[in-house]
């Protein structure tokens, strides 16, 4: 069993940046793809950025130059996202899958059956 804990999220202003957390337990292998994906509401989910087990980073191109994702250890994973704009919005989800590439994960906005989703946490840019 995999659990997935965002922390991070908040309300920011226009311009300014932001660093979110996720902490994983579980059966997570180095091996495995893990990533962030947002929710606007009315609106399919969009992969942001993830990070696959060859530590190979994929971006959004709406984030592209902006974002940067981490994994300083297998269980923590982290987005910093600067100059925010008001359309980087949403609920944004750590995920992780064991059978996906993490630029799939970010082309799809989806994981497998077999991925694992946090609760989410809500990011507010003004």
């Known amino acids: 069993h995999v659990q997935l804990v965002e922390s991070g999220g908040g309300s920011f202003q226009a311009g300014r940046s932001l660093r979110l957390s996720c902490a994983a337990s579980?059966?997570?292998?180095?091996?495995?793809?893990m990533g962030w994906i947002r929710q606007v509401p009315g609106k399919d989910r969009e992969g942001v950025a993830a990070i696959d087990g060859e530590g190979r980073e994929s971006y959004a191109e709406s984030v592209r130059g902006r974002a940067t994702i981490s994994r300083p250890s297998k269980n923590t994973l982290c987005l910093e996202l600067n100059n925010l704009q008001p359309e980087d919005s949403g609920t944004y989800y750590c995920v992780q899958d064991p059978l996906l590439p993490g630029g799939a994960l970010v082309a799809t906005g989806k994981t497998t059956v077999s991925g694992n989703w946090g609760q989410g946490t809500q990011v507010t840019v003004s």
């Open positions: 579980g059966a997570i292998l180095n091996g495995h793809s």
